[in-house]
């Protein structure tokens, strides 16, 4: 198995489950063709790419950062201001890439370089004070970024819906520019996953993975951590900024709200380890999971929360209003790091474990 | 800050003065900068007040960290829950709250202030059982944990309150201002940098003079070599988590009332000030949250005032610059 890098996913369910999410995300413009369905299908591709690049530091390097989002607001503003300011064309698009994934880089080699310079443990302090300042540069620099409306932008050409390359008597559905949008997140997702898997297995993510189990030792085995650390930080930030990207493309919107918030730093801690942090694999079932909970089970939790009000009973209505998901999924948050510090994945891999064929 | 000093001046191996004088010589830099002298003094006095409750909010986590090499990103939820616990005591008080008689308002603002620290202190003996007893020594999970925990109290604010702000007058003799010539003194800035004195006083005495303190400072030395002696040191942990969560509490109050309103992201917005305060001041020292508190203060006020759009990052570069100087703080307790 070249193409997973020789990393299978080592649980015969697991390998179900994968099988079954990467099948559905790639027919869902042909089988659910609904706007909803298409904008949780591409959140979930976006998204395990994204949570993927996040498990390289957290799971393979052991470091928490606060500031993936900061990446990802990158790629996604980018995109926007290229395309906002110089009109749809492709050039555009080019420039907004040029000019985004290197300057993630650059932020994540400064601020790996600074904390590096520190002590160790400032690390998630730190970023979560830059993330923090970033956020209120992005909605107060508003000449740029659009303030907290957020740049909104039209796609070249060939990406918009009008744009109809096989039409409706043929699968039902039309092929449009959406279609092809959205075959190009997915396939691009799929590609910086797979990409990470090689990295995680590559001589440099063992000795990644050394740091992470002992920094010190690591060292005295003449690696540079340093170098590793820094490395794999400007890696995973190019990741994040590319999905960033991917999703601004889609949305054809880049704001605070979708790109930059605290909201999204939690989502992604939360499909990491709910997935299984250290495993890649469990990128994409945390993201699939908690996207799929967070689209479908809130309108659950709203009918749950008239019924209680219905029903007269106190306090229940307001903890199971649907803007109090988080509330349930912290609950959960705690109870897997507590309970299951493997996640899903790492779960499903004891179970194999445990019941050789 | 003379006060400082003479405590300071406890027999130890080497008195590190330089981040002491740094407020010092930063207010007086800034004086020729603003040009009038009582927009100076009012600017001061307000970075005084501010710092003053940085500080308290912020002691707290400095001093677990210190001592239990315990990272709590959940401190802000203490901060958060203790400004609540107060209106609950003082929006039924409204008529006290509003008599003008300073008696009276601090008769109600008082009982508000312990209410705040009872709970946030009864959180922390919870928080303390539930989250991060299952975790000591382990960063990772402590971060995880933590953070969840902030997620959850930040909901279960909104979910028991709702999403609106609440409103939190100030009580009628703590506003206005006294007037000293054409120099204008918030009456509740004096307050509060009075509260803040008393908490640092009242923390350092501990530290330095008591038993407790002893043994305090003795654990974040060497944890090991006290339990040897035969001190149940996970006991004292417990104590000093309380006592910080409290502390949280308390400068949550404070903070509401000086912002004059309660909402429930306040936790979430303080815990990345509290944050750099605690790194600039390098985790574990007292000393240097303080003077960590009122440097961030006075960059926000005096930034604020000359140069507005440097405000909003001004924070970042004091850190940076501060880092740079001193990569492990201004103070660095531990030796971790």
Known sequence: MMILSGDRPRSRILNVLLLVIVVALAVTPFVFPGAKAMNVATKICVFAALVASYDLLLGYTGTVSFAHTLFYGIGSYAIAIALYAMGPTWTAVATGIVIGL???????????????????????????????????????????????????????????????????????????????????????????????????????????????????????????????????????????????????????????????????????????????????????????????????????????????????????????????????????????????????????????????? | MTDVVVLEALPKPKRDVVPMLLPVILALAMLPLIGSPSTWVTLTVASLAMGMMIFIMASGLTLVFGLMDVLNFGHGAFIAVGAYVATLVLLPLAAWVQADSLLMNLAVLAPAALAAMAVSGALGLVVERVLILPVYGQHLKQILMTTGGLIVAEQALYALWGPQIIPLPLPTSLRGSFIIGDIAIAKYRLLAMLVGLVVFLAIQLTLNRSKIGLLIRAGVENREMVEALGYRVRRLFLGVFMVGSALAGLGGTMWALYREQVHASMGNDLTVLVFIVVIIGGLGSISGCFIGALLVAMVANYGGFLVPKLALVSNILLMVAILMWRPRGLYAVTSR
Not at chain 1, 153 to 167: A, D, N
Not at chain 1, 228 to 252: D, Q
Not at chain 1, 253 to 278: C, K, Q
Not at chain 1, 313 to 338: C, K, Q
């Open chain 1, 102 to 357: 290197p300057l993630a880089a650059l932020l994540a080699l400064g601020i790996g370089l600074f904390s590096l310079r520190v002590e160790a443990i400032f690390f998630a302090m730190i970023t979560l004070a830059v993330a923090s300042a970033f956020l209120v540069l992005a909605s107060q620099l508003s000449w740029l970024t659009g303030g907290e409306d957020g740049r909104s932008f039209t796609l070249p050409e060939l990406l918009r819906p009008g744009t109809v390359f096989i039409s409706k008597d043929w699968f039902g559905v039309p092929v449009n520019g959406r279609t092809l949008t959205y075959y190009i997140v997915f396939i691009a997702s799929a590609a910086m996953i797979l990409a990470l898997l090689r990295v995680v297995n590559s001589p440099f993510g063992r000795v990644l993975q050394a740091i992470r189990e002992n920094r010190f030792r690591a060292e005295a085995l003449g690696f540079r951590t340093v170098f590793h650390l820094t490395y794999a930080n400007c890696l995973a930030a190019v990741v994040a900024a590319s999905a960033g990207v991917l999703n601004a493309l889609w949305l054809r919107y880049a704001g605070p709200d979708t790109s930059l918030s605290f909201a999204i730093m939690l989502d992604i801690l939360l499909m990491v380890v709910i997935g299984g942090m250290g495993t890649i694999y469990g990128a994409i079932v945390g993201a699939a999971v908690f996207i799929l909970a967070q689209n479908y089970l809130q309108a659950l939790m709203g009918v749950a929360s008239t019924a209680a009000a219905d029903a007269g009973l106190p306090v229940l209505p307001g903890l199971l209003h649907p803007d109090r998901w988080l509330l349930w999924l912290g609950l959960l948050f705690i109870a897997s790091v507590y309970f299951f510090p493997t996640g899903i994945v790492g779960r499903l891999r004891e179970l194999a474990r445990k019941s050789p064929r």
